[in-house]
C-alpha cells in the first residue's frame, strides 16, 4: 500500500499541492498516495488525529492552521520555532515533528531559480502576518544589508523588528515612512493580491537592478507586479517558485529524497497561464 500524505486546510480544494507531490512522486520513484483534507475551523486537531489513525505519514498545512499545527507538535524544528508557524508534520512513533518550509522554499527559489545573492542587498519586506514571519530568518541567513518591514498595522512590524532583531540587521517602518528609500529587493508577503488590492507602498522604492518578488500567484501579473514594472523593477517574480520549493523540502523531510523542482514550476506555470 502506498505511504499517505495530505494537505490540510480551508479551504484546501485550490491546493495545488497534490498535484506538485504527485511530480515528485512520479520523478523520484516514490510510492505515496497525497490528497487533499478539508478541516472543520474548529477541528483541525480531530482532522490530524483520524488522518494519523488511516495511516497518514505525515502532512502539510495551510491556512488557517499553521499555528494550531505549531501547537499540537511535540517537537520543533529550529526553524519552525523561528516562524512560530508548522506548514510540514512527520508523524513519528511518539512524536509529531513540526517544520517549516515556506522560509527555506521563498530563499531557495530567489537564491537559486532566480540567481539573486541576497547578501549585501537592501531587502524591504511588506506584511508581518505568518508568511512574512516564516521568511525572515532564512533572509538574515544570508546577510543582507539590511532588511526593513513594513506592514498597515505597524505595531506588528515593530513586534517582528524586536523579534529577530538579534539575528541580523532588521529595521521596522511604516509604508509612508519608505518615501526616498530604494530597495534591491522587495518581497511582497501580504495578502492584499489575493483581493486585487496593491500595498500602499510609495513610488520610487525599486533600486535599478531590483527584484520585485509576490508570494502570490496566479494568471497574469498581480496588482503588485504591475507596480513594480510600470516603477522600473528590473526583474518580476511571483511565488510559484517559492511555492514547488517548500513543497520539496516537505518532501525531502519526508522521503529523504530532493526531487528536481524545475519541470514542475514549469508545469505549474503553463497550466495556470502564470507570465
Ligand atoms: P496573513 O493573513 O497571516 O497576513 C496578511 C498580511 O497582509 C498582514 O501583514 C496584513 O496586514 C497584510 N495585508 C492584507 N491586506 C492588505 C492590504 N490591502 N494592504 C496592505 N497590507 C495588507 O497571511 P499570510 O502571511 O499567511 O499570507 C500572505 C500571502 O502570502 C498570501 O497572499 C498567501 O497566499 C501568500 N503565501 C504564498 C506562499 C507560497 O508558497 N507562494 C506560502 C505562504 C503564503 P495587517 O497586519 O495590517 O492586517
Known amino acids: 500500500m502506498s505511504d ?34 478539508l478541516a472543520p475551523l474548529d477541528g483541525f ?24 499545527a505549531c501547537a499540537l507538535s511535540s517537537r520543533l524544528t529550529e526553524r519552525a520555532k523561528a516562524a512560530g508557524a508548522v506548514n510540514t508534520l512527520v508523524f513519528e512513533a511518539d512524536d509529531i515533528l513540526g517544520d ?10 530567489i537564491v537559486v531559480n532566480l540567481g539573486y545573492a541576497l547578501g549585501g542587498q537592501r531587502v524591504l519586506l511588506m506584511g508581518a502576518g505568518g508568511a512574512a514571519r516564516g521568511v ?19 505595531q506588528k512590524a515593530d513586534d517582528l523588528q524586536q523579534l529577530f532583531a538579534s539575528s541580523g540587521n532588521v529595521v521596522s517602518t511604516a509604508y509612508g515612512d519608505l518615501r526616498g528609500q530604494e530597495f534591491d529587493l522587495v518581497i511582497n508577503a501580504t495578502s492584499a493580491s489575493l483581493h486585487g ?11 535599478a537592478a531590483s527584484l520585485a518578488y509576490d508570494m502570490m500567484y496566479g494568471k497574469g501579473h498581480t496588482p503588485f507586479l ?28 519526508w522521503r529523504g529524497t530532493r526531487p528536481e523542482t524545475e519541470p514542475v514550476i514549469e ?3 503553463s497550466s495556470l497561464g502564470s507570465p
Open 267 to 269: 508545469m505549474l506555470r
Open 197 to 207: 488590492d496593491l500595498p500602499p507602498q510609495p513610488k520610487g522604492i525599486f533600486a
Open 226 to 253: 504591475q507596480f513594480a514594472q510600470q516603477q522600473g523593477a528590473a526583474r518580476l517574480a511571483d511565488g510559484i517558485g517559492m511555492l514547488v520549493e517548500q513543497a520539496a523540502e516537505s518532501f525531502f523531510l
Open 100 to 109: 517549516n518550509t515556506d522560509g527555506a522554499g521563498l530563499v531557495r527559489d
Open 45 to 68: 486537531v480531530e482532522t490530524v488525529v483520524a488522518f494519523r489513525q488511516r495511516g497518514g505519514k505525515g502532512a502539510n498545512v495551510t491556512v488557517p492552521f499553521k499555528l494550531e
Open 136 to 154: 525572515i530568518r532564512p533572509v538574515l541567513e544570508h546577510e543582507p544589508a539590511v532588511l526593513t518591514i513594513a506592514n498597515r498595522t505597524r
Open 4 to 37: 499517505l500524505y495530505a494537505v490540510i486546510g480551508n479551504p484546501v480544494a485550490h491546493s495545488k499541492s497534490p498535484l506538485i507531490h504527485a511530480r515528485f512522486a512520479r520523478q523520484t520513484g516514490q510510492d505515496i498516495h497525497y490528497e487533499a483534507i
